[in-house]
């Protein structure tokens, strides 16, 4: 198994010092987290674009997603969504990132109608992404929280280069059990995404295994070489500890579940 770290954990961090953290506490892989006062933003110039591809190649850290925020399944016109996914598609690419992260978003309307708008999107950029070498994700979340909202779009979209981020924490909330989580996703599997909370109201973000999540069970279930990767949603919940003195527990957690499958 491989781990991740999502830099949501550590907002505002230089991504030269989040690189050091990351190796110097078991991390081989980083989510770029892509928001207005990070390091990653949709403004960075191509120098800076270039300066991120040279730091996280001279600290051996892959640079597995770019964490973006599009809602592909919003309600609204598609242009302005589609010109979204493909300004963090062109990002993802520079930056040499392996996925893009994107949200479904998709409202309180009929559920066909959100799953057919994030359908078309994906569809329309999914060509795109295969060329540029970024594998689009939709995450379990908001709208589509269970592994089984996901896939009915992924199923609609059809195609290879639009797959699936695992949030354990949405299906959780959902009330969707991990089996039945992966069954649904693993067709279309990116990697796992994993937190840890007290409960389903209290969502103040814990060190791993402090929580309630079903972590073992979902981490049981992944093939050799998954990547899994800790996201920590710091930024929301400002009384909660800081991220840095918890990483190296948090690896040596997730490796002994590697260990015990």
């Not at 190649?57 to 925020?69: D, N």
């Amino acid at each position: 198994m491989r781990l991740a770290l999502s830099t949501l954990g550590l907002p505002g961090m230089p991504l030269t010092r989040t690189l050091h953290l990351a190796r110097e506490h078991g991390w081989e892989g980083l989510e770029l987290r892509c928001a207005p006062g990070e390091t990653v933003n949709l403004g960075m110039t191509a120098e800076e674009r270039r300066a991120a591809v040279r730091a996280c190649a001279s600290s051996g850290i892959v640079p597995l997603t770019l964490a973006g925020y599009t809602g592909v399944a919003a309600p609204g016109p598609d242009g302005p969504v589609i010109a979204g996914l493909r300004d963090e598609l062109r990002l993802a690419a520079d930056l040499g990132a392996l996925h893009l992260r994107v949200f479904p978003q998709g409202g309180d309307g009929p559920r066909a109608d959100a799953d057919a708008r994030a359908a078309r999107r994906l569809g329309t950029v999914a060509d795109e992404a295969q060329a540029s070498g970024v594998r689009i994700l939709l995450e379990t979340h908001d709208s589509h929280p269970r592994g089984h909202d996901v896939a009915r779009v992924l199923a609609a979209v059809g195609h290879p280069w639009v797959g699936a981020l695992w949030d354990a924490l949405h299906t959780y909330r959902a009330e969707e059990r991990p089996a039945s989580s992966y069954a649904a996703l693993a067709p279309h599997l990116g990697y796992l995404q994993v937190k840890d909370v007290t409960d389903r109201q209290d969502l103040t973000p814990l060190g791993l295994g402090e929580g309630v999540l079903p972590l073992e069970a979902c981490v049981s279930l992944l093939p050799d070489r998954s990547w899994v990767a800790w996201e920590y949603e710091a930024p929301w919940y400002p009384d909660a500890a800081p991220l840095p003195p918890l990483l190296g527990r948090g690896a040596a957690f997730l490796t002994a579940l590697a260990h015990r499958r």
